[in-house]
């Protein structure tokens, strides 16, 4: 099993966590990098994997700095599941919807300024568009229920009590290369039990 961490590592934002093994590499959480406006537009698009190679992303919640990337991964080829408690997949579809549109409107207006200096222009992250598509891929499961990912490889959410459908995500692994069974447990934002 190998893991690395591809963002909310130096830093709050961002968190993006990819699982390898048994030949399959999950994601967890795909969220967007926040802070000042060159920085975020820099890293939310140099530090982005491509979504093809993904099998599966499992998401904590739906705070955009762990969810708004994922109409990116999209984008860029990921066409697998978006694994999820119900709650979570349904402020998504809000959340992610706004998200659009903010960058949509943000970029408009830095576009007016970059057409006045002569430079080409920006396009968003993903728009609505992107979304739309994007929440065709989640799936919307119950708290403390074991999900079978892939052969060898279980999920299960567990309610994290920072906001409606925040999970605790627990991976049950059989390690084919290690022949270890292996428990990997993604905490995501921490809240008050049962008080999201």
């Known amino acids: 099993m190998k893991i690395t961490f591809h963002g909310a590592a130096r830093t709050v934002t961002g968190s993006e966590h990819l ?3 048994n030949n399959k590499r999950i994601l967890l959480d795909c969220g967007l990098f926040q802070g000042k406006r060159k920085e975020a537009f ?11 190679t993904i099998d599966c992303l499992v998401l904590s919640h739906a705070h955009i700095d762990h969810s708004g990337r994922i109409p990116c991964l999209v984008k860029n080829g990921f066409n697998g599941d978006i694994f999820c408690t119900s709650a979570t997949r ?29 430079q080409h222009r920006f396009e968003p992250l993903y728009t609505k ?8 891929q989640f799936v919307g499961l119950s708290y403390n229920r074991r999900h079978q990912l892939f052969p060898g490889v279980y999920l ?21 290369n290690s022949g270890l069974e292996r428990r990997l447990v993604f905490s995501g934002d921490i809240g008050r039990p049962d008080i999201p």
Do not use: Y
């Not at 890293?43 to 093809?52: I, M, P, V």
């Not at 299960?156 to 084919?176: C, E, K």
């Open 129 to 136: 568009a992107d979304v739309a598509t994007a929440m065709k």
């Open 19 to 21: 699982i390898e093994v």
């Open 156 to 176: 299960t959410l567990v309610d994290a009590g920072h906001m409606l459908g925040s999970a605790h995500v627990i991976l049950d692994i059989d390690d084919r």
């Open 90 to 118: 349904d402020l998504c579809a809000v959340m992610l919807m706004d998200s659009a549109f903010i960058q949509e409107k943000d970029v408009e207006f830095v576009n007016r300024r970059r057409k006045k200096q002569g």
């Open 42 to 52: 820099e890293r939310n698009r140099s530090e982005f994997c491509q979504g093809e």
